[in-house]
């Protein structure tokens, strides 16, 4: 075929523009374009219909100010503290323990263990609040050790525990899988010349194992960080609206939301959402430096 | 036949298949609750003749011949209220033959549906023409160009039956916004049986000094609780504040949160809770919990508690075993002769300004006679289980039946009774966030914390002051 005969569309050039074009189209509306918008109301004032005003950094001076803000941070950085710590460490051991062959039918135990992370959100959050409550499957299970009945949902100390057990429940399984593909990539021969040399099952998991799962664990500590400090859904259905008891379980986005729909205050809402971005921006790239994401490997 | 088309044909056919799918995606990942109405057959508007103006009254006969057809969009997040509504329409339409009102209701979740009216209501377009607000959520939809119809003229014309106090939570800037259920007067339900148990005689009960010592009788006697409180929700804080004469909002729009009036009221329901110890948390932290019910449903664990009058539904449908042992009763007063009750909950149904200009007189005809009117305030009681607030009503026979569940009294009397000692309450922009200051802080921090109320007060008082 003579160049002059192929039509605009379809020269090898252009092809992949017009595949491209329709997800491009989306992600320029609904992503970057919403993104832009969010950014410009933040300096601004909204006090219902028709009221706009531009304020400059007037909401972010407010937000500085906040005390309402500064809990919500409070309690966001403590749950995702929560995750981080337990969310890597249970599914890791797990993960290892299922690997290593000690366990017969490890397949049955990994796609149970996997299951909480298909349910819809909001079903978890209906059915955990009669889990959780005084008379509620915890408090009996406590009640068969001897702990006395813990008030999970009334207490404003106990709200973000009550939110990491909800979460430990459900993510576990995930990450579980996210280690267990890190696992099949490390050879069996690291192993073998270790026992060869004398070591032993747990010195092998805390020398062998665990460092060459590096990339994964950063990985999974990243996106659990980003997850933790985006916390809306279980703190909303707990608590109907996520009005929760003593502010203690008020996180980041349930305040933006508040802002937004209850207060009508578009402006601020889009504040505490750019700011909101900027934090986690900011605590990803501290955590991968930390953990040496950006320095060659050896 | 589509493998031997040439390459043009198929890319003009892939194309338009891409959009199809495109607009598919977007059209159905739009706002759910118009795109469920439109599943819904709609009627096309036959409006062939507009209502003919007095000049032409003459033709009067020619006109009733033709009848005019209105839809009407409502969201709601009660299904006993869309019900009800639908009933109303039937009977309009009976009633008058020359409009026949098509009602298509919607009940989205509480959350949710004040969420979607107010993005529909910034944004312009997909509000429905009749909506339910519940009065908490009011105060947002009084900011900036209120996008409601000013419904002041109903209340003109049945104004002087009402209970006017009822309208005041619904108004902004002197009109009248929202029209609502009931009357919500606040009582206390006495378990009777456990107070002649105790040696407590329910009627000696007048002030809360007698309600105190009461309680400690009970406790000493029974061992019960003279009643429980909320701390994650409002019922037990706000009801007192305002019978005191304090409350969120003052008449004349002012915060008074941290009012003298508002601190008395909380520092008795302190006294109440960690001195004389005859209050304790409701298992789940409010009174719509399941563990409350079972609790208040044994009959000896808690004596009293005091909630609007529509806790009398909870009451017969969740606590069973109590049927024959309640009684209704006002609320005990600070003072003798002082108030002994206020208001307490509510949903104003609203016309959006997004309503067809055409279809606004019946709308507005519609609402009046859905819930101003003698008869409709008769059915808010027997349909709905609610207390109405057109005074006229209370004389009906329907309101004087005796209720088998509170002791066979007529409970709906002793309401009538309270009514000239009732304080209203008052609405204001930011009635929203002080109610979630009272749930969230004030009612926790009064009673898990023991903080004291001057202080809850002024800081809430504050941090919604300081309020962009």
């Not at chain 1, 309402?68 to 981080?84: H, I, P, Q, R, V």
């Not at chain 2, 109405?37 to 096309?44: C, F, R, V």
């Not at chain 2, 409009?99 to 944004?123: C, F, G, N, R, W």
């Given at each position: 075929m003579t160049k002059t005969s192929v039509p605009f569309f379809h020269r090898p050039k252009v092809v992949p523009f017009v595949f491209l074009t329709p997800f491009l189209i989306i992600f320029l509306v609904f992503r970057v374009w919403a993104v832009i918008q969010a950014v410009v109301l933040s300096f601004q004032k909204v006090?219902?219909?028709?009221?706009?005003?531009?304020?400059?950094?007037?909401?972010?001076?407010?937000?500085?100010?906040?005390?309402?803000?500064?809990?919500?941070?409070?309690?966001?950085?403590?749950?995702?503290?929560?995750?981080?710590?337990?969310?890597?460490?249970?599914?890791l051991t797990l993960a290892a323990l299922l690997y290593s062959g000690l366990v017969k039918k490890a397949g049955v135990f990994r796609t149970v263990l996997f299951l909480p992370v298909l349910t819809s959100l909001v079903v978890v959050g209906v059915v955990f609040s009669l889990i959780l409550s005084p008379g509620g499957l915890l408090n009996s299970w406590l009640g068969l050790v001897g702990i006395p009945a813990q008030r999970w949902l009334e207490t404003a100390d106990l709200a973000i525990p009550a939110m990491l057990i909800i979460a430990t429940w459900r993510w576990t399984g995930l990450n579980m899988i996210y280690f267990t593909s890190g696992l099949a990539n490390i050879s069996r021969d690291l192993y073998d010349a270790a026992a060869i040399d004398g070591a032993?099952?747990?010195?092998?998991?805390?020398?062998?194992?665990?460092?060459?799962?590096?990339?994964?664990i950063i990985f999974v500590m990243t996106l659990t960080l980003i997850g933790g400090f985006q916390l809306f859904v279980e703190p909303f259905i707990l608590w109907s609206g996520g009005a929760s008891p003593g502010q203690g379980g008020l996180s980041i986005v349930v305040f933006l939301y508040r802002t937004a729909f209850t207060s009508f205050n578009l402006g601020y809402a889009s504040t505490i959402g750019v700011v909101l971005a900027l934090i986690i921006m900011v605590l990803s790239l501290v955590q991968l430096r930390l953990f040496g994401f950006f320095k060659k490997e050896a | 036949m589509f493998r031997t088309m040439t390459f043009p044909k198929k890319g003009v056919i892939l194309t338009l298949l891409l959009i199809v799918m495109l607009l598919a995606m977007i059209a159905c990942g739009g706002a759910a609750a118009p795109a469920q109405?439109?599943?819904?057959?709609?009627?096309?508007e036959a409006a062939v003749q507009e209502e003919a103006p007095a000049a032409e009254a003459e033709e009067v006969e020619e006109v009733a011949a033709e009848v005019q057809e209105i839809d009407l969009?409502?969201?709601?997040?009660?299904?006993?209220?869309?019900?009800?509504?639908?009933?109303?329409?039937?009977?309009?339409?009976?009633?008058?033959?020359?409009?026949?009102?098509?009602?298509?209701?919607?009940?989205?979740?509480?959350?949710?549906?004040?969420?979607?009216?107010?993005?529909?209501?910034?944004?312009?377009?997909?509000?429905?023409?009749?909506?339910?607000?519940?009065?908490?959520?009011?105060?947002?939809?009084?900011?900036?160009?209120?996008?409601?119809?000013?419904?002041t003229p109903l209340i003109e014309r049945s104004g002087k039956d009402l209970v006017i106090e009822r309208m005041a939570p619904y108004q902004?800037?002197?009109?009248?916004?929202?029209?609502?259920?009931?009357?919500?007067?606040?009582?206390?339900?006495?378990?009777?049986?456990?107070?002649?148990?105790?040696?407590?005689?329910?009627?000696?009960?007048?002030?809360?000094?007698?309600?105190i010592e009461a309680g400690k009788k009970v406790k000493e006697e029974t061992g019960a609780w003279m009643a429980t409180i909320e701390t994650t929700d409002k019922w037990s804080v706000s009801p007192l504040m305002q019978e005191n004469g304090g409350g969120v909002y003052d008449k004349d729009g002012n915060l008074i949160l941290d009012s003298p009036a508002n601190a008395e009221a909380l520092q008795l329901l302190s006294d109440m809770f960690h001195v004389h110890q005859i209050l304790t948390v409701a298992p789940g932290g409010y009174h719509h919990s399941p563990e409350y019910y079972a609790m208040?449903?044994?009959?000896?664990?808690?004596?009293?508690?005091?909630?609007?009058?529509?806790?009398?539904?909870?009451?017969k449908e969740f606590m069973p075993d109590l049927k024959g042992k309640m009684v209704v009763r006002p609320l005990p007063a600070f003072e003798e002769g002082g108030m002994i009750s206020t208001m307490g909950g509510g949903t104003g149904t609203a016309i959006t300004k997004q309503i067809d200009p055409e279809k606004l007189d019946a709308a507005m005809e519609f609402l009046e006679f859905a819930k101003l009117t003698r008869e409709a305030q008769v059915l808010i009681w027997t349909d709905l289980g609610f207390d109405p607030y057109r005074l006229d009503v209370y004389d009906d026979t329907e309101l004087n039946n005796p209720d088998e569940y509170f002791s066979n009294e007529p409970v709906m009397q002793t309401i009538k009774g309270m009514l000239d000692r009732l304080t209203p309450e008052y609405n204001g922009p930011r009635y929203p966030e002080a109610q979630q200051q009272i749930r969230e802080k004030i009612a926790y921090g009064l009673f898990e914390e023991n903080k004291p109320p001057a202080d809850l007060l002024s800081t809430a008082q504050g941090e919604i002051e300081a309020m962009q």
């Open positions: 006090q219902g219909v028709g009221s706009t005003e531009w304020t400059g950094v007037g909401n972010y001076q407010f937000l500085f100010n906040d005390p309402t803000f500064y809990k919500a941070l409070f309690n966001t950085a403590y749950y995702t503290t929560g995750t981080l710590i337990l969310l890597i460490i249970i599914p032993s099952g747990l010195q092998r998991f805390f020398y062998i194992t665990v460092p060459l799962l590096r990339p994964i | 109405e439109a599943a819904a057959p709609s009627e096309p969009t409502f969201w709601t997040f009660v299904d006993a209220h869309a019900d009800f509504f639908l009933k109303q329409a039937e009977r309009f339409n009976a009633a008058h033959p020359e409009v026949v009102i098509k009602l298509e209701p919607t009940v989205i979740d509480y959350q949710d549906m004040h969420d979607k009216l107010l993005i529909a209501l910034q944004s312009g377009t997909g509000a429905p023409d009749l909506v339910d607000i519940e009065i908490a959520k009011f105060g947002t939809f009084m900011r900036g160009d209120i996008q409601l119809h000013d419904l902004g800037g002197g009109q009248q916004y929202g029209v609502d259920y009931h009357l919500g007067a606040l009582v206390m339900y006495y378990n009777k049986e456990l107070l002649d148990q105790a040696g407590v005689d329910v009627d000696s009960i007048v002030t809360w000094d007698d309600y208040m449903n044994d009959g000896d664990k808690v004596a009293s508690v005091w909630m609007p009058q529509w806790f009398m539904i909870r009451f």
